[in-house]
């Protein structure tokens, strides 16, 4: 207590676990984190088992600023995704209590591309409208969610986003929802987000999912050899 | 060499270090990366002063996977952006002399946000037209570049981008110009780049520069107070 403050400041909580895709995370921790810096309210902290270094599915590797321990009760929480590392997260029991523990407390529970599958592999998808990246998005069934196919998708206190770079959309609203739409568009300028894809829009009539459909079971196996429930509920929707 | 392979992969460096803004290097570095998935010509790397863990402009530390003595001729280079640790890092001499010594072979020499300040330090703008952040693209002219209000700018081998998520267009940009557009494409849904920003495009009638403008004067004096002579040449500008 300082200065005869009572209220706390509100915790947003972004997992690290080894082997993520780091734009899941550093997407919405940047937009977050101007949030942070607008609204002294708010605090972004970045959580893992330790707060060693963690690699990633690029060269740059990443360590968290707390443990789990150390931030029991957040006030929201995104859990960002990955390949193969995502699906064995799926069965780290360590990362799966913590979540547990945090939704009970949590307003927001969130996550980014395969992101929802963790979340999912926690019992926190269970009867939820969700969403995920486009390549995966109907194993999302497997976990008792109902697959939908948008940008982000928010059920309750539950909000998914799609594959990667959809986190920059979902954290923008999630700054309007917290602090409203001045504060959401200051951060818009702040990190100057006027997308102008080279290639344009996706053409989703020609996405290349055909190509990619083995890629996608093999990815699946590969995450999964050791839990193999797991991987027949996933794999009996696909 | 290995199997009669004569053709050595293309390095493509990404740079570290301390206190940078993380998504100016993680979104091209996960966009180059992929590429590299695709196209095992390329490989990416992150380089720094060591692969010691060094802090961000978040809660997150990030650490390197080279040294720059490890990388001395890089393909391409890609500087990131940030605030005052920026400006600071504009009297790196370490890393100035690594980047002229890079820019020496180098066939592309990039930058995102305030990046292009660095790369201007090393005197690597002398000539060109370049664009960095819009708060302080003005101040491009104190280090003999013409300052440009594009999401991205090509003169020649040096591409420069606007602020922090500029960065991911650039890249697509890169891969296109590297590896052709269906390559680029495939990258796109791989980040499933398809972006709805939930308060739509920026409103540049209404850009907030007003009210940043003392913001950004603190900054500069912040971070060159030790290089008068360098602070005043971007002052003059503003």
Redesign the interface.
């Known amino acids: 207590m300082v200065g005869g403050m009572t209220d706390e400041q509100k915790t947003l909580a972004?997992v690290?676990y080894p082997g993520l895709?780091?734009?899941d995370?550093?997407?919405p921790?940047?937009v977050l984190?101007a949030l942070a810096q607008m609204d002294p309210g708010y605090r972004?902290?970045?959580v893992g088992a330790s707060t060693d270094?963690v690699g990633t599915?690029?060269?740059?590797?990443?360590?968290?600023?707390?443990t789990f321990e150390e931030v029991p009760a957040p006030y929201a929480v995104l859990v960002p995704g990955g390949t193969v590392p995502t699906l064995r997260a799926m069965a780290d029991e360590r990362l799966l209590a913590w979540l547990r523990t945090a939704a009970e407390s949590a307003q927001l529970m969130t996550s980014v591309?395969t992101g929802s599958l963790i979340l999912g592999a926690a019992g926190l998808l269970e009867g939820k409208q969700a969403t995920t990246?486009?390549m995966l998005r109907d194993v999302l069934a497997g976990l008792g969610a109902t697959p939908v196919a948008r940008?982000w998708v928010e059920d309750g206190s539950v909000i998914t986003a799609?594959?990667?770079?959809?986190g920059?959309?979902l954290a923008?609203?999630l700054v309007?929802r917290l602090a409203g739409?001045q504060v959401?568009?200051?951060v818009?300028?702040?990190?100057?987000?006027?997308?102008?894809?080279?290639?344009g829009?996706?053409d989703w009539a020609n996405?290349?999912y055909g190509d990619l459909k083995p890629l996608r079971e093999h990815t699946l196996r590969q995450g999964l050899a050791e839990h193999p429930e797991l991987l027949g509920r996933l794999l009996a929707h696909t």
């Not at 799609?162 to 959809?166: D, E, I, K, P």
């Open positions: 972004f690290v895709t780091p734009l995370l550093v997407g921790l940047q984190s972004t902290v970045v270094t599915d690029t060269p740059l590797r990443v360590a968290p600023s707390h591309c990246h486009w940008r799609a594959g990667v770079s959809a920059i959309d923008l609203h309007e739409r959401a568009t200051n818009q300028f702040a990190i100057e987000y006027d997308p102008e894809p080279p290639q829009a996706l996405q290349p």
